[in-house]
């Protein structure tokens, strides 16, 4: 990867930053950080409830809110950007020291992106099967909301009171966008329509908004039996009078919408489309490759891995067929019983190997580990089918621990790779760079929290650069079969390079695209998330070629949990960044 072009880079160097000696600066940049983030955070609850931002009364009523949807509160955020950056550009970050000049260049970076992602801000569809307002709002409540108290499950219900106005919102959207001629296309319509039908397909006492109410206060003993049945019976009422009926409207509205689908995938079917996938490419790389760069970086790791598999498929006796043919054999022969019994010794088997990892990465490769936990739970059944593994980070306060969340469709009832999988969404993946920063008190709030957006290709590319760890690092060692696990999750995201930018660049079909060797709901995922799947690779190629420079700078002066210690200090950062702090690093060491 010896050709990057770094955006961020050009994109400082061309803005006005310096100011005339004689103007004064309005505020230490430390009192513009906090300032600014407060005042950004208290316009959005969601983010406030799901970091913990606050504290005392501020943060309770915040508690019971969610997030407006609507074109005030996304027009408000631009203006918000706008303002941050103009304030920002007052400062003279050459001045800095450097743990603020990086905070100022991080933030600077990602509020640029807002502003710049306005114009194709009407391509994001808010009614879809991935992360769409109907997935998002449920995760607010079951998944981030705290209940520790009496107080927290009142905060809850009139939460969940705003659920049909936020989805109400989401209609209004995606009506307007379709009067635009903007629709998704038939299958992620068909996919969406399943997953909304889904969920309010059973009673509303058995819905997840319902039960999460018992579920997580079971264990607090400041509250009665009696009380969680009294909540989960309110909750139940709003559930059916309320949130059924503005799911059901999302139905009839997309299915209305299907008539003038096309089963047309990508981006390039919008006059547009080759500015807007540019964006999310600068967006979620950090870089400036084009469409036809990042396909020809993934072909070509395709042919790599897809060698070495190939080599270790025959130790096994696996000679015949394509890899993908011989992978799929694997898959099956390491299945879990596609019942509860199967499903429970996953999730069983997913914790024994965190708690593994966790020994592993004690053991000279990190010095520095989160002191907040992890844990493994499977998603409710109605995103099965659609979800993809994730990883939920921990509040500022500790109160929650680090949360993998795990679909348990057939597809995934396997043991092949899941060690991979594990170590990518937890030990020492993202738990390990989201929830480490989240307890660094040297950071501003912003970075800990994220509060402006991520930098995908530096927290995809970590995720996946650990699972490569445990490769370099002798955790397969007399495991061929785990061994092609961490391969087959390497080809897995090269391939990703090549169908993400095949289908928003080549005018690939979903069909052409799961010919390549992708399952049909990651091929959804890419098409309602244009570019996402290329941060993966192109971050993880990025850290191990930083890392291999400085080995080489350094030599016997090399310890790689001090080159760990110098990535996950920063958090999730531009690439541009990353190389800048890697070369301060040597330039230090030598």
Excluded: C
């Amino acid at each position: 990867m010896n050709k990057i072009v770094l955006s961020l880079t050009s994109f400082i160097s061309a803005l006005p930053l310096a100011v005339s000696m004689a103007q004064a600066q309005p505020q230490p940049i430390e009192a513009f950080f906090e300032s600014f983030t407060a005042e950004w955070v208290r316009a959005n609850p969601n983010l406030a409830i799901s970091t913990g931002y606050f504290t005392g009364e501020e943060q309770r009523l915040l508690e019971q809110q969610l997030t407006p949807l609507g074109p005030e509160q996304r027009q408000a955020q631009l203006e918000r950007a706008r303002r941050g950056l103009a304030e920002l550009a007052q400062y003279d970050l050459g001045s800095l020291p450097d743990s603020l000049r990086i905070s100022a260049e991080v933030m600077q970076w990602q509020l640029q992106m807002i502003v710049e992602g306005e114009p194709f801000e009407d391509y994001d569809f808010p009614l879809q099967q991935m992360s769409g307002v109907n997935v998002n709002l449920i995760n607010q409540l079951t998944v981030v909301h705290p209940l520790r108290s009496l107080d927290d499950m009142d905060s809850y219900l009139m939460r969940l009171q705003l659920v049909d106005d936020r989805m109400n919102e989401a209609l209004l959207q995606s009506r307007q966008m379709a009067e635009r001629g903007v629709i998704p296309p038939s299958f992620i319509l068909s996919a969406t329509i399943e997953q909304l039908s889904r969920f309010v397909s059973g009673p509303a006492q058995d819905n997840p908004l319902t039960t999460t109410l018992v579920s997580k206060t079971a264990t607090l003993p400041d509250i009665s039996d009696a009380q969680r049945e009294q909540y989960a019976a309110r909750a139940a009422v709003i559930v059916e009078q309320e949130v059924y009926p503005a799911w059901q409207a999302a139905v009839e509205l997309l299915q209305s919408q299907q008539t003038r689908a096309t089963s047309d995938a990508g981006l390039w079917r919008f006059p547009n489309g080759a500015d807007i996938y540019a964006y999310q490419l600068r967006r979620f790389t950090t870089t400036d490759y084009t469409a036809d760069e990042i396909h020809e970086i993934g072909l070509r790791e395709v042919a790599r891995i897809e060698s070495e598999m190939d080599d270790l498929l025959r130790q096994l006796g696996l000679n015949d067929g394509s890899i993908q043919e011989r992978v799929a054999t694997l898959r099956e022969r390491l299945a879990y019983s596609n019942d509860d019994a199967g499903r429970e010794q996953i999730m069983r088997d997913i914790d024994v190997m965190i708690a593994d990892a966790l020994v592993r990465s004690a053991g000279g490769l990190f010095d520095r580990m989160p002191q907040a936990d992890v844990i493994a739970q499977p998603y409710p059944r109605f995103r099965w089918d659609n979800a993809a593994a994730s990883y939920t980070a921990p509040p500022l306060d500790g109160s929650r621990p680090g949360i993998f969340q795990m679909p348990l469709r057939p597809s995934r009832l396997t043991n092949f790779a899941l060690r991979s999988l594990v170590y990518h969404e937890t030990v020492p993946g993202h738990h390990f760079q989201i929830a480490l920063v989240g307890e660094d008190p040297k950071l501003p709030k912003f970075m800990q929290t994220r509060a402006f957006g991520g930098s995908a290709a530096s927290s995809e590319g970590w995720a996946l650069y650990a699972e490569q760890l445990a490769n370099e690092y002798g955790w397969y060692d007399g495991d061929i079969e785990g061994l092609l696990g961490q391969l087959d999750s390497a080809l897995f995201r090269a391939r990703r390079l090549v169908v993400d930018t095949g289908l928003h660049a080549k005018g690939w079909t979903r069909e052409q695209a799961i010919d390549f060797g992708i399952e049909a709901s990651e091929i959804e995922r890419y098409v309602v998330m244009p570019g996402q799947a290329t941060s993966y690779m192109v971050g993880q190629l990025r850290i191990t070629e930083l890392r291999e420079k400085a080995r080489e700078a350094l030599g016997d002066k090399f310890e790689i949990a001090q080159f760990h210690n110098v990535v996950l200090s920063l958090g999730v950062v531009p690439l541009p960044v990353l190389e800048r702090a890697v070369d301060a690093y040597i330039d230090s060491a030598l």
